[in-house]
């Protein structure tokens, strides 16, 4: 996983909603139905701007404004698509 959608997430600048349902996944199954709950646009919006912002605060708070995605799932989902190291 961190081979494929890492780089992807990384030269596109966003999580699909695939993408962002297999790292939920992957991090926790007990989210799956909640994180099912997002849209594409959604996730596309939120990640785009997670992954953009230079507010370390904002980094790990907006992606918890999606369904089924708390701190631990954030932080994941930094660690796969941000430039920087989580």
Same mark, same amino acid.
């Given at each position: 996983m961190v081979s494929e959608i890492g780089p992807a997430v &990384? +030269? !596109?600048g966003?999580? /699909?909603r695939a993408e962002f349902l297999e790292v939920c996944q992957w991090k926790t199954a007990r $989210?799956? $139905?909640r994180a #099912?709950?997002? /849209?594409?646009d959604d996730? &596309?919006? #939120?990640? &785009?701007? #997670? *992954?953009s912002v230079t507010a370390e605060p904002l980094r790990i708070w907006i992606p918890m404004a999606l369904s089924?995605? $708390?701190w631990?799932? #954030?932080?994941? *989902? *930094? %660690?796969?698509? %941000? %430039? +920087? !190291?989580?």
């Open positions: &990384r +030269d !596109r966003y999580y /699909t $989210s799956k $139905s #099912a709950k997002n /849209t594409e996730v &596309r919006e #939120a990640t &785009r701007v #997670a *992954l089924g995605v $708390s631990p799932t #954030a932080s994941v *989902l *930094l %660690h796969f698509g %941000h %430039h +920087d !190291r989580y």
